[in-house]
């Protein structure tokens, strides 16, 4: 059986292996040649001597990335990096690289993006670019542990959708059939509708569709939302949840990939135990002592931002925005209903995610549908669930990479998505 190349460093001086992976680099002298074969794993050093004939055959027809399949014996006092190489019996090619390769995968020298994305099968075979992906892999699996501690289930909701979520804008449509559908902005009709069905917490990972039309380095068409939900619930329920979730998805990075990414000069936030909170009142406060001015009901600009950002060096919330500001769901604060139970929960400048608690009265729902120029008869599918018992429930929104590009300190949304969706990207 093969093994990959962690395991086989694992492995006694002199065992016998057999290898699969890429040739990431190859040199051919006239007594030795030289492979450098990479898998999923790391790579390691496969020497190939002179007097094996059919060996320096396969070698000399070899191309970068090509992929092969090694057996040999491991040799743990080599004069390699690591000291350790195998010295190869066999080498069979399972699949040949064409050549010139559209991207080197050991090229000091980074690509444009542009570049990057249109060969993305082989931008990802660099350590760093992979890296990114395992890392969002195990922010989201300690997200999902902590969730399911807590007691939720995790729910698939549907992406077909007859009505706007978060009002008419910014929507994909779709022919389904005779009848005019859209791609879901987000999944919050759904997972409150199922609080009322008596779930309690519920939580999805799931994509979400926005229509917007601008092209920044923090917006996608497509994006993975991980949202909750939960009932008999207030926005603080909500965003201690976020908290612990949050602190939880950095604990087992670090745990699983820390020090590679710190050998990658990736140092992770240090979340404090309490995310701090400011009022966006105060934030309007903070604005204008620096001389920024800021109307009650206008959203922070990407400048008012920074300003705010720059008094928090990690986490903190941005709590009570104006209603007006805010989706219909959202439950005003009681007794003052010009702001709202909502908050974001921003990283220095970045907005990660928006959460509240939501309006769980039928009547007062009706109401906040008229306010904002909706249709409650186009909201029926969701709005009866309010009928027939709805407890007071609250969730949140949190974009994956979003989440992933603050963490790994990137600066594009992009260098954290596999494949993604802009303006001007439908493909790959
Ligand atoms: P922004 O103001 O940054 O455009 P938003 O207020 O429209 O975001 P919400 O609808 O509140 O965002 O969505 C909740 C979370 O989902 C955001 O905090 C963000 O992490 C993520 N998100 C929203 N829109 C996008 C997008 N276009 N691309 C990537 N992530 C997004």
């Known amino acids: 059986m093969s093994l990959s190349i962690a395991d086989a460093l694992t492995q006694e001086n002199d065992t016998e292996v057999t290898l699969n992976g890429w040739v990431q680099d190859f040199r051919v002298l006239k007594t030795v040649s030289f492979i450098v074969l990479r898998d999923h794993t790391g790579v390691l050093q496969v020497t190939v001597k002179k007097d094996k004939e059919v060996l320096q055959k396969a070698i000399s027809s070899l191309q970068r990335e090509t992929v092969v399949s090694v057996r040999g014996k491991l040799n743990k006092e080599a004069l390699t990096k690591n000291g350790i190489e195998v010295i190869a019996d066999s080498l069979t090619v399972l699949n040949k690289s064409a050549t010139p390769l559209p991207l080197g995968v050991i090229d000091k020298v980074n690509a444009d993006i542009e570049t990057r994305l249109n060969n993305r099968f082989i931008d990802l075979r660099k350590e760093e670019n992979n890296l990114i992906f395992r890392s969002e892999s195990e922010v989201l699996w300690g997200i999902r542990k902590y969730l399911h ?10 992406k077909i959708v007859a009505a706007a979520t978060e009002g008419g804008a910014d929507l994909f449509p ?3 059939f005779e009848k005019n559908a859209y791609l879901n902005q987000s999944p919050q009709l759904y997972k409150e509708i199922l609080i009322s069905a008596g779930f309690n917490r519920v939580f ?3 994509p979400a569709f926005r229509a917007e039309k601008h092209n920044t380095p923090r917006h996608l068409n497509e994006f993975t939302s991980i949202d909750i939900e939960m009932g008999f619930s207030d926005h603080t329920d909500a965003m201690r949840m976020l908290q612990e979730s949050i602190k939880s998805g950095i604990r087992q990075l670090k745990s699983t990939l820390g020090d590679s990414l710190s050998s990658h000069g990736i140092n992770l936030p240090e979340p404090p135990d309490e995310f701090p909170k400011i009022t966006y009142n105060e934030c309007i406060e903070l604005l204008s002592n620096r001389n920024e001015v800021v109307n009650f009901g206008s959203d922070f600009t990407p400048e008012n931002l920074k300003i705010i950002g720059s008094e928090f060096p990690s986490f903190y919330f941005i709590t009570e925005w104006p209603s007006e500001l805010r989706a219909f769901y959202t439950m005003p604060k009681p007794g003052q209903e010009s702001l709202s139970n909502s908050f974001d929960l921003q990283f220095k400048e970045f907005e990660i995610t928006s959460g509240a608690q939501r309006v769980h009265d039928p009547d007062m729902l009706e109401l906040r549908f008229r306010k904002k120029g909706l249709n409650p008869e186009d909201f029926s599918f969701y709005s009866n669930a309010f009928r027939y018992g709805m407890p007071p429930h609250a969730g949140w ?18 260098e954290v998505t596999l494949f993604p969706r802009d303006r001007t990207r439908i493909s790959p």
């Open 149 to 158: 501690e807590q007691k939720f289930i995790e729910v698939h909701t549907p």
């Open 174 to 176: 779709v022919q389904y």
């Open 204 to 206: 999805e990972v799931g």
């Open 397 to 414: 929104g949190l974009g994956l990479e979003r989440l992933t590009m603050i963490m790994l300190n990137m600066h594009n949304i992009r």
